[in-house]
């Protein structure tokens, strides 16, 4: 491994005299972050990042590094189970999922995404699932993607106590309805995003995640809403930022939306440690004497 500069070990002087000791990121508090400190966040301007995880050993890193939120998303089914879409995964393995990550942290927030199927019967059924993420994983909040559509179920988590991050615009459990397009394009459909938005504030949400939506239009949701926006590839002025984890560290395999940024290329670290490793034991140099027990 390459040393870290002293810049990497720390945030900037800079971004913790803007924000304080208690900013999401880079803040001294050791305590485990809560929707409040998010609400707070937004008070004070601060934008901060969230990543997904679906294992303890991950999120335990990303945990160390400082992400304050982490999401237990429903891309597993793509990025870690092997399934094509988001659509097959369940609850058992949401449950599963989330608690491992939950095990995994100290400090992050650990927000757990409602399946496809889990909560569109309606707000019974959403309270179901969304207790059982809460009681049999430990998760601090839960997302459940649609706008209009959901605010009954997100106005029933809520009122039971349960935190719950909306997610509008491009919602992949809706793949068979709507692919994987932008959305938001056009005045009817920026204004319908407008109104998705609105409606998961005013059901109670205290956070909202806008997926593939032009950046202008998720620029004016952020100016419009009091609580935080999470955008992925929504631009750059939303209060907070998204990315699948296997996405951004180059370990997806195949092709990655256009709005990922790679920050590592671990499919290439991977592949030649396990080449190296291969070509050591059909060698026969490894395991040496110093790997040997006598
Ligand atoms: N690995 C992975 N990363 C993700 O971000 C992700 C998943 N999986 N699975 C669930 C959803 C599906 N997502 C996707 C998948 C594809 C595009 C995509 O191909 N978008 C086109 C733009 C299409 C258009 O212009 O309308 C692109 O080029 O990025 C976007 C989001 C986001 N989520
Ligand atoms: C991309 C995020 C927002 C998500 O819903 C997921 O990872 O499942
Ligand atoms: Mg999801």
Request: proline share 4%.
């Amino acid at each position: 491994m390459t040393q870290l500069s002293a810049a990497q070990k720390q945030p900037a002087e800079g971004a913790l005299k803007a924000t304080g000791s208690k900013a999401l990121y880079g803040g001294k508090s050791t305590r485990r972050i809560t929707v409040r400190d998010i609400t707070a966040a937004k008070e004070r301007g601060e934008k901060w990042p969230m990543l997904t995880a679906y294992d303890a050993m991950t999120a335990s890193v990303f945990d160390e590094a400082g992400i304050p939120v982490m999401l237990v998303g429903d891309s597993a089914g793509n990025c870690h189970l092997g399934y094509e879409t988001t659509v097959p995964v369940t609850m058992d393995e949401m449950t599963m999922l989330s608690a491992a990550v939950v095990r995994g942290t100290s400090r992050a927030l650990i927000v757990g995404d409602l399946p496809f199927g889990s909560y569109q019967e309606g707000p019974v059924q959403a309270l179901r699932s969304a207790t059982r993420l809460v009681k049999e994983a430990g998760v601090g909040a839960v997302k459940l993607e649609g706008g209009e559509r959901s605010h009954r179920q997100i106005e029933l988590l809520v009122e039971s106590g349960i935190p719950v991050m909306a997610h509008i615009g491009l919602t992949p459990q809706s793949v068979n309805a709507m692919g994987y397009r932008v959305q938001g394009r056009g005045e009817e459909a920026a204004h319908q995003l407008l109104r998705d938005a609105k409606a998961v504030q005013d059901a109670g949400a205290f956070a909202v995640v806008l997926e593939l939506v032009p950046a202008e239009l998720a620029a004016e949701v952020t100016r419009t809403l009091h609580i935080p926006t999470v955008g992925i590839g929504a631009g750059s002025e939303t209060d907070a930022q998204v990315l699948v984890w296997t996405d951004m560290l180059g370990l997806t395999g195949g092709r990655v939306p256009k709005f990922v940024k790679q920050y590592a290329d671990l499919r290439r670290v991977m592949g030649d440690a396990a080449k190296a490793f291969a070509e050591d034991v059909v060698g026969g140099t490894f395991p040496l004497e110093e790997h040997s027990v006598h």
